[in-house]
């Protein structure tokens, strides 16, 4: 089967990996756009390999670190860390045609500011995934757990509609089920809820997901932490469809489904990589800010995951 779609990921990452895996492995063309030319070179020698409870496999999608050989996209999805963005689209200038979908399904909130700066409202998709990938080493991917993939355009157009349900049917006729949101908000407001009370936790703490449910106090913080971020959603008049207490008992359903995961921030902390912590709960402290709503548990998160990020994530040593 052949679409006739030009599809790149941005990010070879666990889950841009992973998602590039399951498409090449249907036979559809995709390509990987790496910003390290020699990581790129030893990906395309040694392929992707995918690990999942059902099997394992092996494929090899083109992947690069020059964008002008690849040429303008049909649809180019992002899967950079967060901070990584604005860089990773300044190399991926040469995909971005007039008819180019640009997709980000990253976590956190605020990247359609960044997308903005390259591609036009209309062009322009958010989305969310509960896919589950853990970066074993450079290329190998665990698939932690299978998941739903919804995406939506920021901005109506019906030319960019037409491409990414195509793109969506070709995810989900990869093993990738996938699906369109009229309004995408909702959707990574639900999600943002579930990282707020997730990824600084286990981060911190050093542990799996479902271990943040055996520990009490862990518990606590975790709900404090969730109703803060339900209530700047609330006062900025989005619609998640969750009343408060279901909003709590939704992300420790999450912790449930995932819980012997290891979350994206926990994996940045073992790797001793930047963290999305400013889009994540840094985030809900900003706008809550600006809407004149207290969230002192999500500030101190915040800060506890900066200053351990910045120090290497090193304990201290007594003299």
């Known amino acids: 089967m052949h679409t006739g779609l030009k599809i790149t990921i941005i990010g070879p990452g666990a889950m841009g990996c992973l998602l590039a895996g399951y498409i090449s492995r249907s036979g559809l063309p995709v390509s990987i756009l790496d910003y390290k030319s020699d990581r790129a070179k030893r990906l395309s020698k040694n392929g992707i390999?995918?690990?999942t409870g059902e099997g394992n496999f092996q494929s090899f999608?083109?992947?690069?670190?020059?964008?002008?050989?690849?040429?303008?996209?049909?649809?180019?999805?992002?899967?950079?860390?967060?901070?990584?963005?604005?860089?990773?689209?300044?190399?991926?200038?040469?995909?971005?045609?007039?008819g180019t979908v640009v997709v980000s399904l990253q976590n956190g909130i605020g990247h359609e500011e960044?997308?903005?700066?390259?591609?036009?409202?209309?062009?322009?998709?958010?989305?969310?995934?509960?896919?589950?990938?853990?970066?074993?080493?450079?290329?190998?991917?665990?698939?932690?757990?299978?998941?739903?993939?919804?995406?939506?355009?920021?901005?109506?157009?019906?030319?960019?509609?037409?491409?990414?349900?195509?793109?969506?049917?070709?995810?989900?006729?990869?093993?990738?089920?996938?699906?369109?949101?009229?309004?995408?908000f909702p959707h990574i407001w639900k999600k943002l809820l579930a990282n707020v009370g997730v990824n600084a936790l286990a981060a911190l703490t050093g542990i799996k997901n479902g271990d943040i449910l055996t520990l009490e106090h862990m518990k606590r913080l975790q709900g404090l932490a969730v109703i803060e971020a339900w209530k700047v959603a609330a006062e900025k008049g989005i619609k998640i469809?969750?009343?408060?207490?279901?909003?709590?008992?939704?992300?420790?359903?999450?912790?449930?489904?995932?819980?012997?995961?290891?979350?994206?921030?926990?994996?940045?902390?073992?790797?001793?990589?930047?963290?999305?912590?400013?889009?994540?709960?840094?985030?809900?402290?900003?706008?809550?800010?600006?809407?004149?709503?207290?969230?002192p548990v999500n500030e101190v998160l915040s800060t506890l995951v900066k200053v351990s990020s910045a120090r290497g994530w090193k304990p201290v040593k007594p003299d």
Do not use: F
């Open 49 to 51: 390999y995918i690990e």
């Open 114 to 184: 960044t997308l903005s700066n390259i591609a036009k409202p209309e062009s322009i998709a958010l989305g969310v995934t509960t896919q589950g990938a853990t970066l074993l080493r450079e290329g190998c991917v665990k698939h932690a757990g299978q998941g739903e993939t919804t995406i939506g355009l920021l901005k109506a157009y019906d030319l960019s509609l037409e491409k990414l349900n195509a793109l969506s049917r070709l995810l989900t006729s990869s093993g990738w089920p996938c699906s369109l949101a009229d309004d995408i």
């Open 241 to 295: 469809n969750l009343d408060l207490d279901e909003a709590v008992e939704y992300v420790r359903s999450v912790c449930t489904e995932t819980a012997g995961n290891i979350s994206s921030m926990l994996q940045d902390r073992i790797l001793n990589k930047p963290t999305e912590i400013d889009y994540i709960n840094g985030a809900i402290v900003r706008m809550a800010g600006k809407l004149g709503i207290d969230t």
């Open 61 to 98: 999608p083109r992947i690069t670190a020059d964008a002008s050989t690849l040429g303008a996209q049909d649809a180019v999805l992002v899967l950079v860390k967060a901070g990584q963005t604005a860089n990773a689209l300044k190399q991926a200038r040469p995909l971005i045609g007039e």
